[in-house]
């Protein structure tokens, strides 16, 4: 049994650690996850930042010129290369500035178009007043068309009329609540058509690096650099976080309490064969007294000896009110695990209940009992008589036990203005360890120097007074300094016989 227990030790332990490394491993790629998913909106979020600063750009009031274009396909283009290579020519044209002649029923448009198809690129070479042309070789992939160019021409013509300014882009950001740390513009060696993400950092705090191209014919983009936050995405995990941590927290706990339940049963099941043990050790005593007077009864030689007679029988009688009150501790312990213990309670003196206890005290030999009851007055207590007499008596008995070879004991009582009536018990024993004094009223617990020093007893004596004195709804607290004594301190309420 003790191996198999181990085993299931060590099983439950295993399962723990691993439900926690596989739910750690879980939730670990649900924040990724998560994770990959807010660095996607976070990117999109940039994007339409980028393509807001182009739209407020090309909102703005622009100078009176006019653009014409001309795209056509490189002339070393290659018949069996899938890569497309285009010449972009743009004209720009000042209409309030040019030194051409404009017929008059021709508007600059019209004329700006006209000029354009009808002029090579050796006519061109030389620019009138008032126009500009601009030229571009790039490369699209086969299969992209002509959309990519477009809007490549697009964002140059805009970029031409207001240049990109890092101060307006930050703004449209801030307005997005995204906080970047930086805003640079660089100039690439080659075309960039599509804006880029890089992410770096580590994985508790990561930052983005996102490129777009303001223009694409120059290759000029912009680069933002913004922390990515984890409060967001912890936020969007609350939810499955939460639950995921309950859930493991109770089934940890369901394990543990497994674990501690074994353990307490062990623990039962080891102070029950204690008791028994100890139980058959103090029956033995008593049953060799009542064996012993029946044996002396039977001997008619002995019986005429009246001294040992006298001392024959108070000793058996003492053996058989010790054996009588082990038996209704049992019982009343017993019968308070189903419901509480009834009390025939009365009006009596508690200073003579006291001197009656303290008679009825069995002292070993060699030890010198002092027992004084300190208290002055007599009190009229309204109580269960014969249990305040078993409390006393336990409580007594107990310092006369744990003690040395002098004792003494000291016997107070008051009853006070709340209607509370106080009993203190205090002796000069061998105290009781600190490491004992949670168990002191544990059932069949007894500590090991009481074992040690072979005192007898069942470890039901102090159990018993704490479930008599919460039967009258009374409280029983106790002081002990280990190597100086121990003070038993108990409240009753009293009732005037109203209960």
């Not at 089934?251 to 339940?261: A, H, K, N, V």
């Not at 007893?457 to 102090?462: K, R, V």
Request: with cysteine.
């Amino acid at each position: 049994m003790e191996r198999r227990i181990k085993f299931i030790y060590g099983l439950t332990i295993c399962a723990i650690v691993a439900y926690t490394l596989v739910q750690g491993y879980w939730l670990y790629s649900r924040y990724q996850l998560s994770l990959e998913e807010y660095k996607s909106e976070l990117y999109d979020t940039i994007i339409a930042c980028f393509e807001e600063d182009i739209a407020v750009r090309k909102a703005l009031p622009s100078s009176p010129r006019l653009y014409g274009n001309r795209f056509r396909k490189a002339h070393n283009q290659k018949d069996d290369d899938k890569t497309e290579a285009w010449t972009c020519e743009i004209i720009a044209f000042d209409t309030l500035h040019h030194s051409l002649v404009i017929p008059k029923d021709v508007d600059a448009p019209t004329y700006l178009l006209e000029f354009i198809a009808n002029h090579g690129d050796t006519q061109l070479s030389e620019m009138p007043d008032g126009m500009e042309r601009f030229e571009f070789t790039c490369e699209n992939k086969e299969g992209a068309g002509t959309d990519l160019l477009l809007e490549a021409l697009d964002r140059f013509i805009v970029d031409l009329q207001h240049p990109f300014q890092k101060e307006r882009l930050d703004s449209i950001l801030r307005s997005r609540d995204i906080d970047t740390q930086s805003i640079t513009t660089t100039k690439a060696d080659t075309m960039i058509w599509q804006p880029s993400i890089q992410i770096d950092g580590s994985i508790w705090q990561p930052f983005m690096l996102v490129s777009y191209p303001y223009d694409i014919f120059e290759g000029q983009e912009v680069v933002v650099t913004t922390a990515i936050s984890i409060s967001p995405v912890i936020r969007r995990m609350a939810y499955t976080l939460l639950m995921q941590i309950l859930l493991s927290f109770i089934l940890i706990f369901c394990l543990f309490y497994q674990i501690l339940t074994i353990r307490k049963q062990r623990h039962i099941e080891a102070i029950r064969q204690e008791f028994l043990h100890t139980m058959i050790h103090e029956l033995k005593r008593p049953i060799s007294t009542l064996k012993m007077c029946v044996s002396f009864m039977g001997n008619e030689r002995m019986m005429e000896d009246e001294e040992s007679k006298k001392r024959i029988l108070a000793s058996s009688h003492n053996e058989l009110d010790n054996l009588t009150s082990y038996f209704s501790k049992l019982r009343d312990i017993t019968f308070s695990d189903s419901t509480e213990i009834p009390l025939v309670k009365s009006r009596f003196s508690l200073r003579s209940l006291i001197e009656e206890c303290i008679g009825k005290q069995n002292i070993p030999s060699g030890k010198g009992v002092k027992m004084d009851v300190v208290a002055v007055n007599d009190v009229e207590v309204w109580a269960d008589r014969m249990h305040i007499g078993n409390i006393i008596c336990n409580l007594l008995e107990n310092a006369v036990k744990y003690s040395r070879d002098e004792v003494a004991i000291r016997i107070d009582y008051q009853l006070n203005t709340n209607r509370l009536l106080k009993i203190c018990v205090e002796d000069n024993g061998i105290g009781i360890a600190r490491a004992d004094q949670r168990y002191v009223f544990d059932k069949f617990y007894r500590s090991e120097s009481a074992k040690d020093k072979a005192i007898p007893g069942i470890g039901l004596g102090l159990c018993y007074v704490k479930l008599l004195v919460e039967a009258h709804r009374g409280t029983i607290t106790f002081e002990s300094t280990e190597g100086q004594g121990t003070t038993f301190t108990i409240i009753i309420p009293q009732t005037d016989g109203k209960d």
